[in-house]
């Protein structure tokens, strides 16, 4: 009987030992922690979000998302790790074509897609949409020395260089009698086909055909007619994440509440919103 009660008081000792110890860690680890500690910490208690999504981007968007020096940057780049940081999530990002980020989507290979993606009701029937977070629109840029050209209406008949997949080749089918869309998958075969003459004009979104033009393009394109299409762009979403889009909206408010928002828009298009 000795035996058995001594057996039984050291099982009781070691069970208030490691009820102690558990609670001493516990506090010691809300003392401090590592940044994805503290992300995980955000999600906790929502058991709809994940620590860690796959983002798909483009990367030759300018001044939206591009690489440099070995490193993605960028309007959307920062804007998205400014959402992971509020809503408490990591992100893995992933580049493809621009004609291949909803259809990643649609199967499953991306959570979540930021690349000047316009928020249309077609759109809508595929994926999900964040609030808008950049207001847009068309612009046409034709070579210096184009005289023809200035406006839509003198796009008829007219071969128009522009994007694959793009709202921008819809309005071109839709809207300019006789013009053919020249879709191309990269950005920079847009532009080199108006400054090779292989296109009469590039239609296509206008802070990406701006950003060209006083770049690279400055002594080869120049900006014609005025802004057509107006647009919103949105952050896209596979369907059936109905928090995380709620969260991401919640984040997007805030950083324009706080000011991070204008301040990562200035960084990048040279002035604060209207």
Not at 123 to 147: C, E, M
């Amino acid at each position: 009987m000795r035996i058995k009660k001594r057996g039984l008081f050291g099982i009781l000792l070691l069970t208030l030992a490691f009820v102690l110890a558990a609670c001493g860690g516990g506090s010691e680890s809300t003392g401090g922690g590592s940044d994805s500690d503290s992300k995980e910490s955000k999600n906790s208690g929502k058991s709809g979000l994940k620590d860690t999504y796959t983002v798909a981007s483009d990367t030759s968007f300018v001044p939206f998302e591009f690489k440099e020096n070995g490193e993605y940057v960028g309007f959307d780049i920062e804007l998205i790790n400014a959402i992971a940081d509020e809503v408490g999530f990591e992100i893995k990002l992933e580049t493809t074509n621009f004609d291949g980020i909803i259809p990643g989507l649609q199967t499953g290979s991306f959570d979540i897609a930021i690349a000047g993606i316009t928020i249309t009701d077609d759109r809508k029937k595929t994926v999900d949409f964040s609030d808008p977070y950049y207001d847009a629109g068309l612009r046409i840029g034709v070579s210096v020395d184009n005289k023809d050209i200035n406006g839509i209406e003198d796009l008829k008949g007219k071969t128009v260089a522009t994007r694959l997949g793009s709202t921008s080749a819809d309005y071109i089918k839709k809207n300019i009698e006789g013009a053919e869309a020249s879709q191309f998958e990269q950005l920079d075969q847009v532009y080199l086909a108006v400054e090779n003459g292989s296109a009469d004009a590039v239609l296509y979104d206008s802070p990406n055909v701006a950003y060209y033009i006083q770049t690279k393009g400055e002594d080869s394109l120049k900006l014609v007619g005025e802004l057509y299409q107006a647009e919103q762009y949105g952050i896209a979403f596979a369907k059936g994440q109905d928090e995380l889009v709620s969260k991401v909206n919640e984040a997007l408010a805030t950083l324009k509440e706080n000011g991070k928002y204008d301040d990562i828009y200035e960084k990048w298009f040279g002035e604060k919103p209207e």
